[in-house]
């Protein structure tokens, strides 16, 4: 089955700086790519994803990045602020939808 | 609103003892899905349903059931609640469109389940 790896699991960065969050895959199958937040004591929420015929897709100040032949996919959140502070997990899907996730990172903004 | 509806939000239970949890949502999703959180690790499907009479285990279904009632029905129980199975559940819907396209998640408020 489907494996993703997500680094760093913990992140903290300087308000205005910013945060770069890497996840792996295995299965060459999977073809679409969502990030969630999940916020202390809340549901995980999509923020943005991307699919597999797509190398870059922004929205505002967070894009994500795919590079299919090393089966690797970034978050990138530009001009950080506090309220960015939660965990941040990547996925990816298969043709059925079903979504293996990575373990998290926990991205905080001191202010 | 549209939404995904869990209940219990909160529970605790018996070690040995059925419980179930409930999902209902309002979104007209035919795709639905448990997973569990475990501090620390990201999120670990236990079921999955594509419709009402579809039915598929994850990668963690031993000791749990599930039962899709209805398109907007999504239960999962525990046969014989074990402290290890203490977590935080979430049930998800997608959508599936005509075009088969896959779409992300939306996340219930999720059940905080403690088994002592």
């Known amino acids: 089955g489907e494996n993703v790896e997500q680094h760093p699991s913990t992140l903290s960065v300087q308000e205005g700086d910013s945060a770069v969050i890497k996840c792996t895959y295995s299965?060459?199958?999977?073809?679409?790519f969502p990030w969630y937040k999940q916020e202390l004591g809340k549901r995980p929420q999509l923020i943005i994803d991307?699919?597999?015929?797509?190398g870059e897709k922004k929205d505002q100040r967070i894009a994500v990045t795919l590079n299919k032949t090393a089966k690797h996919f970034s978050l990138h959140i530009t001009e950080t602020q506090p309220e960015d502070s939660a965990v941040y997990f990547c996925?990816?899907?298969?043709?059925?939808?079903?979504?293996?996730f990575g373990d998290g990172t926990t991205l905080t903004v001191k202010p | 609103d549209a939404d995904v509806t869990q209940t219990p939000r909160n529970r605790i239970t018996k070690t040995g003892k059925r419980i179930m949890l409930e999902c209902s949502q309002t979104?007209?999703?035919?795709?639905m899905y448990w997973y569990r959180q475990d501090p620390g690790l990201g999120l670990q499907l236990i079921y999955y349903?594509?419709?009402?009479?579809?039915?598929n285990k994850g990668e963690i279904s031993d000791g749990y059931s599930v039962s899709r009632q209805a398109q907007a029905k999504f239960s999962l129980s525990l046969e014989s609640a074990i402290p290890n199975q203490t977590a935080l559940y979430f049930c998800?819907?997608?959508?599936?469109?005509?075009?088969?396209?896959?779409?992300?998640?939306?996340f219930g408020s999720g059940t905080r389940l403690t088994v002592v």
């Open positions: 998800a819907t997608s959508d599936s469109p005509p075009d088969r396209g896959i779409y992300g998640y939306t």
């Open positions: 979104k007209g999703h035919d795709r």
């Open positions: 996925a990816a899907s298969d043709n059925a939808g079903k979504s293996t």
């Open positions: 349903s594509f419709d009402v009479k579809d039915i």
């Open positions: 991307i699919r597999s015929n797509v």
């Open positions: 299965d060459s199958a999977s073809n679409y």
